[in-house]
Structures are given as structure tokens and as C-alpha cells.
């Protein structure tokens, strides 16, 4: 174990669009640690296919976009950061492409253009795509930049365990983050990191739930740290379902992206007939709340499980080259999407709400910001429109590094305490993690998922609650692992949800409950806040 600290200028935990973005604005002013716990590309940003939502058409404006994101978000935006966001963004994507990515072109009139998809809630055609691998293509074009730069330092493998902050020191207020506590699973040991600011980048929660599109590393791990530290955490019943899963019994989690029915596709059950006809005026393009809604209503009514969603109406040399990736893994399963429908199911694939920031990133723990998806910024609302992620982190990574450089880090606080094991010993039943793991997930699909009752929330809320005992008993008698950090985290994060889905009794946007099955006009505009005692 490191008898010391390791002093940073800057740490920064998650290498995505967020976390790589900020890393190289600030680096010129000072050491950056990039913390993450895999491979420097295993990200949600790496598994985005849609792409980035910004104004770079003439046929399209700011206020037509600003009025789709307000829409999207059932009332629960906040428009000064919705409209600030929007206008910001031609700027940081053309940022992104002077780093190397390379969005689609098209041929148009003799000269080539930006192809623009069209996504679900979208009423212009404003998607940057790179084909159907945008994500994989912004990753390469930042780790490429970031590799290059003297000044930033690349742990992976490295798993942040808690933030230090001064009231845990028993140190005078005001209570600020002072360090981090890091995994490192190349060593099996625990080392300190200091820095006199922090910034959280590590995504979302999507495996808290039994069914998600996201990566094995969305574990939660920056919203459980953060509420432990002190931070306030927002709007957390927000989890957005995608509609389009691709359902195969081998597939983990692969997506269908949303494009597909930007480009025609349509849904259908299992005998070939279209049920958003009524639904929305949308019908497939629909948000994707109400499209999630729609699936899970047709699977129960008709006793399926799962969907279609058919585009072989279109030419099937249009549809390879425009989903290549996907093409390829359907064929990969035994479907070919140029001949037959994808069988699709809703899974979990976003987390709205978050740790609750300021217009710069600020958390209202000192010292400690957050950007990306594990920020709730007021952007999202109840439910974000399709491909607005990307461009949030881009902007607010810009925004937390200005920030930071126009108020000056003070020098990194020196004297942290080591951290401590005590008695701890090896853990000799590792099936209570795994058990542990699969319960908590399974309750979660079963109680907390797209649609939710008061019955189904307070037995969750029980189950939580006792797990949670069991999972602290275990992280307290035995030295610290991947997994026994990444199930506490889910843990912590699977009681927030519960609790902001008991205390909004309405439905609105993503939290649809049969017990209040209405909008309650005194909730609009109203954030469900929780704050550890």
C-alpha cells in the first residue's frame, strides 16, 4: 500500500465523452489523473450508436430544438439550461471534429454535407452520426488526443472505492472533497489519491436492473459515492427505458438504436400488426417513454415477450450501410434485418436524474463537480430526448473546465489518511455477492421498472433495505473486491430510486405509476431532492 497520497492538480473518475473532454481542457494548466476501472474505452460512450443532437442545418433552429427537449421532458426541464445547452453546442461539436472525429457525409448538389439522422422525438432531421458506431468513433478521437498529452495519466483497472472529504477528517467546516480512495485491481491494494478538485464521470446505473443496454461498468458508482459523501441527489425515479433491445437468448445487451425507426422502422407484435397507430401522433418516432410504455402494454396484453420492429421495406444495401454494426451482430444471431424484423424488449438504458449540479458542473459539496450522466443538470427533465446526452457532457465538460480554471485549484490538500482495513480478512463465500447481485436486480426489473405501483415500490423499498445490511456486513468483515464495491454501489443507488419513485405521486415523463396514473400540476418543475442525513 502507498505510504503517501498521490497528488493530482485534477482527478477526474470515468474516462467517456465527459470525463476524456475535461481531462484535456484543463491539462494545460496543471496533472490530471484519469481514474477508471476497466479498459481506458470500456464507456457508455464507447456502446452509443444514435449520436450527438445539435442545430448544424439551416432547415433547422435553436427554438425548434429548445421546444423538442421542453416536450421530451414532461414539464420537469429547466429552459435556461436547455436553451444554454442547445446554443452551445454547434461550438463544442465543431471542437470534437478539430480533435478527428469523423461524422457521416452525404453527396448533396455536387458537394458533401453532414448526413443528419432523424431520432424519436425529433422534429427536424439534427443527429451527427458516425453510421451506427458514433460512440466507438468519439472514443477513439479523444483517447487518441489524450494519450498524446504529457500532462494527463491514465489509470485503468482502477476503481474509485469512496470520496475523503474534510468532515470524514474530522476537519472544521465548511465540508469540502479532499481525495478519493481507489481500487487498484492490478495490486489488490488500496491507494489515496489527493486533489483539490474532483470531478465524478462515471456514467450511469443501468445494471441495476436485470434487462439494460448498458455495459457491465453502469454500476452507479458516482451517484452511491457522491450521496455518501454528501451531495444532493435528484429526480433518481427518471430511468429511462430504451424500447428497442435486441432480444435473442445470447445476446447481453445489445441496442437497437433508435435511428432505425428515425429511418422507417415500425413496431409490431408478433403477428405482424402496427400498435402505435393510436398511441401517438409520433406512432414509432414517439418519445421513448411512450414507446417503452407501448411494448410492455402489447407484451402483456398479448402474453408475448417481445416485440418486432420491422424496416425491410427498405433497400438492403441502404440499411448495411447505414447500420453496419448492427447488420452484422443481427446476422451474427441468425437475423438478417434486411429480410425480417428484429425481435426487440424495453430495457434500461439512461439515468435522468443524478447528482445535482450548477451551471458549471458544481456539485454543493465543495470541491467536487460532476458532468455527464451521472449529473442531473436540469437538461433531461422527466425524460431526455434521444441523442441530447452526448452533447450535455460536451458542454458541460466545457463548462466545469472554465470554471475550474478561472477559480483556481488551491494546493492539493497533503496528509490524508491511508486507508484502513482493520480486521478485515479475504472473503471465503463469494456466492453471497453473486446472489446478492442477482436479487437486487431482479427486484428492481420486477418492482421498479417501466410501469410502478405503491404495492410494488414498498416491497421494494423492504428488499432493498435488508440487502443493504447484509452487503454492509460483508464490505465491513472483508477485504474490499470489484464486485463486493460495484453491488454497494448498486445497492445505494437501487434505494434512491425507490425512495424519489415513493415521493413523486404522479406520473410524469419516465415515472408512470397505476396508483397515480395522472400529472399533478404542482409537481411540474418540481425536482425530487435527497440528501444523506
Known amino acids: 500500500m502507498a505510504d503517501s497520497p498521490r497528488q493530482f492538480d485534477f482527478l477526474v473518475l470515468g474516462s467517456g465523452i465527459a470525463g476524456l473532454t475535461f481531462a484535456l481542457k484543463v491539462a494545460h494548466a496543471g496533472s490530471v489523473a484519469i481514474i477508471t476501472k476497466k479498459s481506458r474505452a470500456e464507456s457508455n460512450t464507447n456502446y452509443a450508436q444514435g449520436g450527438i443532437a445539435a442545430v448544424t442545418s439551416e432547415e433547422d433552429s435553436f427554438e425548434s430544438h429548445v421546444r423538442d427537449t421542453l416536450t421530451a421532458g414532461g414539464g420537469l426541464c429547466n429552459e435556461e439550461v436547455v436553451r444554454g445547452i442547445v446554443e452551445e453546442g454547434p461550438a463544442r461539436i465543431e471542437e470534437l471534429i478539430q480533435l478527428g472525429m469523423k461524422f457521416s457525409e452525404r453527396e448533396s448538389h455536387g458537394h458533401r454535407e453532414l448526413d443528419l439522422g432523424r431520432e424519436g422525438g425529433h422534429s427536424k432531421r439534427r443527429i451527427l452520426h458516425a453510421k451506427d458506431v458514433t460512440g466507438r468513433e468519439i472514443e477513439r478521437a479523444l483517447l487518441a ?3 498524446a498529452h504529457e500532462n494527463i495519466t491514465m489509470l485503468e483497472n482502477h476503481l474509485a472505492i469512496d470520496l475523503i472529504t474534510t468532515a470524514k477528517l474530522g ?20 491507494e489515496t489519491f489527493s486533489a483539490p478538485r474532483i470531478t465524478l464521470a462515471t456514467g450511469g446505473c443501468g445494471k441495476v436492473y436485470l434487462y439494460t443496454s448498458n455495459p457491465d461498468i453502469a454500476t452507479g458508482d458516482g451517484v452511491a459515492m457522491a450521496y455518501r459523501a454528501g451531495a444532493t441527489i435528484a429526480n433518481m425515479e427518471f430511468i429511462q427505458f430504451h424500447p428497442t433491445c435486441l432480444y435473442h437468448p445470447e445476446a447481453k ?3 437497437i438504436s433508435e435511428a432505425v425507426r428515425g429511418e422507417g422502422g415500425e413496431l409490431t407484435n408478433l403477428r405482424g400488426e402496427r400498435f402505435m397507430e393510436g398511441v401517438h401522433p409520433l406512432k414509432s418516432l414517439a418519445p421513448r417513454d411512450v414507446v417503452a410504455r407501448a411494448i410492455d402494454r402489447e407484451m402483456k396484453r398479448s ?3 417481445h416485440a418486432l420492429l420491422d424496416i425491410t421495406h427498405k433497400p438492403a444495401r441502404f440499411l448495411m450501410d447505414r447500420f453496419p454494426n448492427i447488420y452484422r451482430t443481427c446476422l451474427g444471431y441468425g437475423i438478417d434485418i434486411t429480410k425480417e424484423p428484429i425481435p426487440v424488449v424495453p430495457a434500461a438504458h439512461y439515468q435522468c ?13 465543495a470541491g467536487l463537480y460532476a458532468i455527464g450522466e451521472v449529473a442531473c443538470t436540469g437538461l433531461h427533465g422527466a425524460n431526455r430526448l434521444a441523442s441530447n446526452s452526448l452533447l450535455e457532457a460536451l458542454v458541460y465538460a466545457h463548462r466545469a473546465a472554465g470554471h475550474m480554471l478561472a477559480h483556481r485549484p488551491e494546493p492539493a490538500t497533503a496528509g490524508l489518511p491511508k486507508w ?18 442477482e436479487e437486487l436486480r431482479r427486484l428492481m426489473w420486477d418492482y421498479v ?3 410502478r405501483t405503491d404495492k410494488r415500490l414498498k416491497r421494494a423499498q423492504t428488499r432493498v433495505r435488508n440487502l443493504q445490511e447484509e452487503i454492509q456486513a460483508y464490505y465491513w468483515d472483508f477485504t474490499v473486491t470489484s464486485d463486493l464495491l460495484e453491488l454497494r454501489n448498486l445497492a445505494t443507488v437501487a434505494k434512491l430510486i425507490v425512495r424519489s419513485a415513493l415521493e413523486r405521486r404522479e406520473s410524469r415523463g419516465l415515472h408512470y405509476t397505476l396508483d397515480h396514473p395522472d400529472p399533478v400540476d404542482a409537481l411540474a418543475q418540481k425536482d425530487t431532492l435527497l440528501r444523506r442525513e
Open 303 to 305: 402474453g408475448d415477450d
Open 449 to 451: 421498472g417501466v410501469v
Open 353 to 365: 436524474g443524478g447528482v445535482r449540479v450548477g451551471r458549471h458542473g458544481e456539485t454543493d459539496l
Open 171 to 190: 476537519q472544521a467546516q465548511p465540508n469540502r472533497c479532499a481525495g478519493v480512495y481507489v481500487l487498484n485491481n492490478q495490486t489488490g491494494q488500496v
Open 253 to 255: 445487451s445489445f441496442l
Open 145 to 147: 488526443a489524450v494519450g
Open 420 to 437: 484502513q482495513s482493520g480486521s478485515a480478512t479475504d472473503p471465503d463465500e463469494m456466492v453471497v455477492v453473486s446472489h446478492n447481485w
